[in-house]
């Protein structure tokens, strides 16, 4: 395990281009918010680099500046000019990668990605690695998992599909099971796979699960870390925050 651990060089992309348009914020992007007194953003690149994660990218957008101004030249930065979805800023953040020494990436969202320990990063690691599969995530649990993508398996417990709510049949919907989008791809993959993800038809952008519909079509090796009811809080509004706060000191972290 020690020996292929150390043949491989693994790089993140932190997704953190988007308006996060419900926070109401006209030069604030809201991963520069503050949870518990540091801006979210800085947690996530913190927990990174516990775990010996380098290089680190971070896909700006919206209010750029406010994200660089906090972390300067501890990491990389892309911009994604047009926020065409998570597997559009995805290939941003490659564009960068592909220039390094990586032979893996972590990709995470810059907006929820401070609530995951480091035992649980390092366990998404050591499984992808360990394993050898094209594409590792990470799944938890949700009692209230309303507007999350659904984790879905066969009788035996076997990975079938991730599906989006809307189009979640009402049986797919009781499933608690969710998609939280921390992943870890082996870098060939995402070179071969990331410029074919098509365009959603209801959107127009390009989504990261698309990796995992294709990975398991193409019968590319799949693997999940099942994370369980961890504390774990998307941001996206005020409310959001508070109670992300208060899961923080939850967490005693």
């Known amino acids: 395990m020690n020996k292929i651990m150390e043949k491989r060089i693994i790089g993140a992309i932190i997704l953190a281009a988007g308006k996060g348009s419900r926070m109401k914020s006209k030069n604030q992007n809201k991963v520069t918010l503050l949870l518990a007194d540091k801006p979210m953003i800085a947690h996530s690149v913190e927990l ?60 995470v969202q810059g907006d929820d990605s401070a609530f995951y320990k480091k035992e649980t990063i390092q366990q998404l690691i050591h499984t992808h690695v360990t ?46 099971e969710i998609n939280p989008a921390c992943y870890m791809f082996d870098i060939s993959f995402l070179r071969t796979y990331l410029p074919r993800v098509e365009k959603s038809s209801v959107t127009g952008e390009y989504y ?14 799949v693997e999940t870390v099942q994370g369980g009811n961890i504390l774990w809080r998307g941001v996206n509004t005020k409310e959001e925050l508070e109670e992300a706060q208060k899961l923080y000191d939850q967490l005693g972290m």
């Open 131 to 176: 394993t050898q599969a094209a594409l590792t995530f990470l799944t938890i649990e949700k009692e209230n998992p309303t507007g999350l993508g659904r984790v879905i398996r066969d009788s035996s417990g076997k990975l079938m599909k991730i599906v989006e709510e809307k189009d979640a049949t009402a049986i797919e919907k009781q499933t608690k």
């Open 48 to 107: 990174l680099e516990s775990v010996h994660v380098n290089p680190i990218v971070i896909v700006v957008g919206f209010a750029k500046e406010s994200v660089m101004n906090i972390l300067g030249e501890r990491v990389y930065f892309v911009e994604q000019k047009k926020r065409l979805g998570t597997a559009h800023a995805a290939i941003k953040g490659l564009q960068t990668l592909e220039k390094l020494p990586v032979t893996d990436v972590l990709i």
């Open 208 to 221: 990261l699960t698309h990796l995992i519909d294709m990975a398991i079509a193409r019968g590319e090796k």
